[in-house]
C-alpha cells in the first residue's frame, strides 16, 4: 500500500482542483452575463487567460480567478498580484496596442487591503484612484523581498510610465467574489426563468454537466478553444425546453455511456432470464447496456421529482400489458410436452420483439428505455421470455 501523501501535499492537491472547477464555473456565470449583451462574443478557458473573452478573435476582457478556502486580506505585495501583473505585463510588452483595448480583471475571493493600490482599482467609481496606485505599486515592487514574485516586481519597475499607466488603467478588481458554493447559487439565480422554479436546480445540474464536457474539449482540442457566447445560450434554450412540464429531460451522459465489454458476473435475474432461452453473448452484452441506461436515468428522473405521481408504476403497466399479449401469441398454441428447443425459440422471438418494441414514456421515445425497463421488470420476474419462466426462475432462486 502506498503511503498517504502529507497533509500539506494533500490540501494543495486539494486546492488546486478546487481551483480550476472554481474558473471553469466561474466561466459559466460569466458567459451567461455578457451573453444576455454581446452574444456574438466568444468565451476561452485557458488559452489567452484563465477566462477571456474575444470579439472576432480580439481579446477584450482577460480575467484572472483566484479561489481561497480561507479568507484573508490581500496586500500590495501578495504573491497572487504579482503572478497575475506578471502575465499581463508580458502581453503589453508583446502586443502594446492591443493590450490598451483590453480590461484586465483581478478576480478574487479575497478582500483588498484597505488603502492597498488593489482597493483603489475596483470599477470605476469614488474610491478608483489609478494614479495612486501606481505609486503604491511602484513602491510594493521596489521594498518587497519575495523571491516568488521578483521576475515579475522587476518587469514592473521596468516599464516607462507610460506602460504602467496603460496597463494600470485597464485593470479592474473584483475582491470579495462568490465562492465556488455562492457561484453556484449566483449560476442558478442567472437561470431563474429557464425552468419552473422547483426545477432550476435540476437544470443548472444538466447545463453544469454540458458545460465542464464543453471545457475540457476546449482545454484539449485547440480547434475547439472558444466557445460561442449565443451557444451556451441555445443550449440553454434546449434544455430549458426539456424541463417543460411536458417534457422529460435525456441526460447525454447516460444516453452516451459506454457499451458493456464483459458479461457481468453476478447472478441479476433478468441476466439469466436471457440464458434461459440461450439468448447469445453479443446479445446479452447490448441488452444490459439497454438495462443499465434505463435504469440510471428512470432513477435520475425519479431522484429530480420530475416524474408525475403514478407515472413509473402507469408506463410500467403498459410495458407488461403489451408484453402479455405478445407473450400469449407465442406461448398459447405450444403443445404441454413440446420440447426444450421449441420453447427456447419461442422465448427468443418473445425476448427479441421486446428490444425492438418502442413504448414512449411521455416525450421519450428511445428504444433502449423501453427495452431496458423491460429488462428491469424481468428482474423483477414480472416479465420473461421462456414458456416456463416462472417455475424456471423459482427452481434457479431456490438452487442459488
Same mark, same amino acid.
Given at each position: 500500500?502506498?503511503?498517504?501523501?502529507?497533509?500539506s501535499?494533500?490540501?494543495?492537491?486539494a486546492? @488546486?482542483?478546487?481551483?480550476?472547477l472554481?474558473?471553469?464555473?466561474?466561466?459559466l456565470?460569466?458567459?451567461?452575463?455578457?451573453?444576455?449583451?454581446?452574444?456574438?462574443h466568444?468565451?476561452?478557458?485557458?488559452k489567452?487567460d484563465?477566462v477571456?473573452?474575444?470579439?472576432?478573435?480580439r481579446?477584450?476582457e482577460?480575467?484572472q480567478?483566484?479561489?481561497?478556502?480561507?479568507h484573508?486580506?490581500? %496586500?500590495?505585495k501578495?504573491?497572487?498580484l504579482?503572478k497575475? #501583473?506578471?502575465i499581463?505585463m508580458?502581453?503589453?510588452?508583446?502586443?502594446?496596442?492591443?493590450?490598451?483595448?483590453t480590461?484586465?480583471? #483581478?478576480?478574487?475571493?479575497?478582500?483588498?487591503?484597505?488603502?492597498?493600490?488593489? %482597493?483603489?482599482?475596483?470599477?470605476?467609481?469614488?474610491d478608483?484612484?489609478?494614479s495612486?496606485?501606481?505609486?503604491?505599486?511602484v513602491g510594493?515592487?521596489?521594498?518587497s523581498?519575495?523571491h516568488?514574485?521578483?521576475?515579475?516586481?522587476?518587469t514592473?519597475?521596468?516599464?516607462?510610465?507610460a506602460q504602467?499607466?496603460?496597463?494600470?488603467r485597464n485593470?479592474?478588481? #473584483?475582491?470579495?467574489?462568490?465562492?465556488?458554493?455562492?457561484?453556484?447559487?449566483?449560476?442558478e439565480?442567472?437561470?431563474?426563468?429557464s425552468?419552473p422554479?422547483?426545477?432550476?436546480s435540476?437544470?443548472?445540474d444538466y447545463?453544469?454537466?454540458w458545460?465542464?464536457?464543453?471545457?475540457?474539449n476546449?482545454?484539449s482540442?485547440?480547434?475547439? %478553444?472558444v466557445?460561442?457566447?449565443a451557444?451556451?445560450?441555445d443550449?440553454?434554450?434546449?434544455?430549458r425546453?426539456?424541463? @417543460?412540464?411536458s417534457?422529460?429531460?435525456?441526460d447525454?451522459?447516460?444516453?452516451?455511456?459506454?457499451?458493456?465489454g464483459e458479461?457481468?458476473?453476478?447472478?441479476?435475474?433478468f441476466?439469466?432470464?436471457m440464458n434461459?432461452?440461450r439468448?447469445?453473448?453479443?446479445e446479452?452484452?447490448?441488452?444490459?447496456?439497454?438495462?443499465?441506461r434505463?435504469?440510471?436515468q428512470?432513477?435520475?428522473?425519479?431522484?429530480?421529482n420530475?416524474?408525475?405521481?403514478?407515472?413509473?408504476?402507469?408506463?410500467d403497466?403498459?410495458?407488461?400489458d403489451?408484453?402479455h399479449r405478445r407473450?400469449?401469441?407465442h406461448t398459447?398454441d405450444?403443445?404441454?410436452?413440446?420440447d426444450?428447443?421449441t420453447?427456447?425459440n419461442?422465448?427468443?422471438r418473445i425476448?427479441?420483439?421486446?428490444?425492438?418494441h418502442?413504448v414512449?414514456?411521455?416525450?421519450?421515445? &428511445?428504444?433502449w428505455?423501453?427495452?431496458?425497463? #423491460?429488462?428491469?421488470l424481468?428482474?423483477?420476474?414480472?416479465?420473461?421470455?421462456?414458456?416456463?419462466?416462472?417455475?424456471?426462475?423459482a427452481?434457479w432462486?431456490? &438452487?442459488?
Open positions: 500500500m502506498n503511503p498517504a501523501p502529507p497533509p501535499a494533500s490540501h494543495s492537491a486546492a @488546486s482542483m478546487t481551483g480550476y472554481y474558473q471553469a464555473r466561474y466561466a456565470l460569466r458567459g451567461l452575463q455578457e451573453g444576455r449583451r454581446h452574444p456574438g466568444e468565451l476561452s478557458i485557458e489567452l484563465d477571456a473573452f474575444e470579439e472576432n478573435g481579446a477584450i482577460l480575467i480567478t483566484k479561489h481561497h478556502v480561507r484573508s486580506d490581500l %496586500s500590495d501578495s504573491v497572487d504579482w497575475t #501583473f506578471g499581463w508580458q502581453r503589453l510588452i508583446d502586443d502594446p496596442g492591443s493590450a490598451t483595448n480590461r484586465f480583471v #483581478f478576480l478574487t475571493t479575497d478582500t483588498a487591503a484597505n488603502g492597498s493600490a488593489l %482597493s483603489m482599482l475596483r470599477p470605476p467609481g469614488d478608483r484612484d489609478e495612486k496606485a501606481v505609486q503604491l505599486l510594493a515592487a521596489t521594498t523581498k519575495n516568488r514574485t521578483a521576475t515579475a516586481r522587476s514592473f519597475v521596468g516599464l516607462t510610465d504602467r499607466g496603460s496597463l494600470v485593470v479592474w478588481v #473584483f475582491d470579495e467574489a462568490p465562492n465556488i458554493v455562492n457561484v453556484r447559487e449566483e449560476i439565480a442567472e437561470l431563474r426563468y425552468a422554479h422547483d426545477q432550476v435540476n437544470l443548472t447545463l453544469e454537466g458545460w465542464f464536457k464543453r471545457v475540457i476546449a482545454l482540442d485547440r480547434h475547439s %478553444s466557445v460561442a457566447l451557444y451556451i445560450q443550449k440553454i434554450a434546449d434544455i425546453d426539456s424541463f @417543460s412540464r417534457k422529460l429531460p435525456l447525454e451522459e447516460i444516453d452516451a455511456m459506454p457499451e458493456v458479461i457481468p458476473r453476478d447472478k441479476r435475474t441476466i439469466h432470464q434461459l432461452v439468448v447469445s453473448d453479443n446479452v452484452r447490448a441488452t444490459i447496456h439497454d438495462y443499465y434505463a435504469y440510471a428512470r432513477s435520475r428522473w425519479a431522484r429530480q420530475l416524474l408525475l405521481d403514478g407515472e413509473a408504476e402507469q408506463y403497466r403498459a410495458l407488461c403489451t408484453w407473450f400469449l401469441h398459447s405450444l403443445e404441454e410436452d413440446c426444450d428447443s420453447k427456447e419461442e422465448g427468443r425476448f427479441r420483439w421486446a428490444r425492438e418502442l414512449p414514456l411521455r416525450n421519450r421515445h &428511445e428504444v428505455l423501453s427495452s431496458g425497463s #423491460f429488462q428491469m424481468a428482474d423483477e420476474v414480472r416479465v420473461g421470455w421462456h414458456p416456463n419462466y416462472k417455475s424456471l426462475v427452481a432462486e431456490e &438452487e442459488a
